[in-house]
């Protein structure tokens, strides 16, 4: 019985390290998450910014969010995301949603882009707000930018979307928000989302 009883106490500080004076045995604690191809990293961004737990697709205010273009992709089989927060507060949120069906891929593709389309003229208009598609952009790529201006904040917002192979899209949000009233609402991000995108496309 006392062989028994030693295996025992043997056995429970195998298996807790810590509580048997081996703290230098203990995990080590985790590091960033393996970055995910699709994903925007964190050397792209200026001031190399932490990522930060999110996990959810939304839409900015005075986003689209006509004809399929809520910035939720239903059709997809796997999402991940990733959200930073740089100087100053913009934030930066990436996406990759990733597709087994290829046609499903094309159906949601076609109403990101025409719903992007059918938003211009629709949502909010000067002084208090704008809406307008992304110009100069390839043919795998849309987007679009606006601003909204209620009584106590300016919101300036950029997102695209870029098919990526057979099998993803992925897709870039960059929204700074500030309470001064009297700030420029298109004044540049610090962040490009079509490059982001595209960027996150090639990968």
């Known amino acids: 019985m006392r062989r028994a009883a030693g295996s025992v106490v043997l056995l429970t500080c195998g298996v ?3 509580g048997c004076g081996h703290d230098e045995a203990a995990a080590p604690p985790l590091g960033p998450p393996a ?3 699709g994903l925007v990293k964190s050397s792209d961004l200026p001031g190399a910014p932490g990522q930060e737990a999110w996990d959810v697709d939304g839409v900015p205010p005075n986003g689209c969010t006509l004809g399929g273009a809520t910035g939720r992709q239903e059709h997809a089989d796997q999402a991940n995301f990733v959200q930073y927060t740089l100087v100053g507060g913009t934030l930066v949120k990436s996406f990759v949603y990733t597709y087994q069906d290829a046609a499903l891929l094309t159906r949601d593709w076609n109403l990101l882009v025409s719903g992007n389309k059918n938003c211009v003229g629709r949502m909010t208009g000067p002084p208090n707000g704008g809406y307008g598609l992304l110009e100069d952009l390839p043919a795998t790529v849309t987007g679009y930018e606006t601003f909204l201006r209620p009584t106590t904040q300016v919101t300036h917002s950029e997102r695209a979307w870029s098919r990526r192979g057979t099998d993803s899209l992925v897709s870039v949000l960059v ?3 500030t309470t001064d009233l009297a700030a ?9 989302a079509k490059a982001l995108t595209q960027k996150a496309a090639a990968e």
């Open 16 to 18: 807790m390290l810590a």
């Open 35 to 37: 970055p995910v191809a």
């Open 175 to 177: 929204t700074h928000t």
């Open 184 to 192: 420029d609402p298109v004044e540049a991000l610090p962040a490009d």
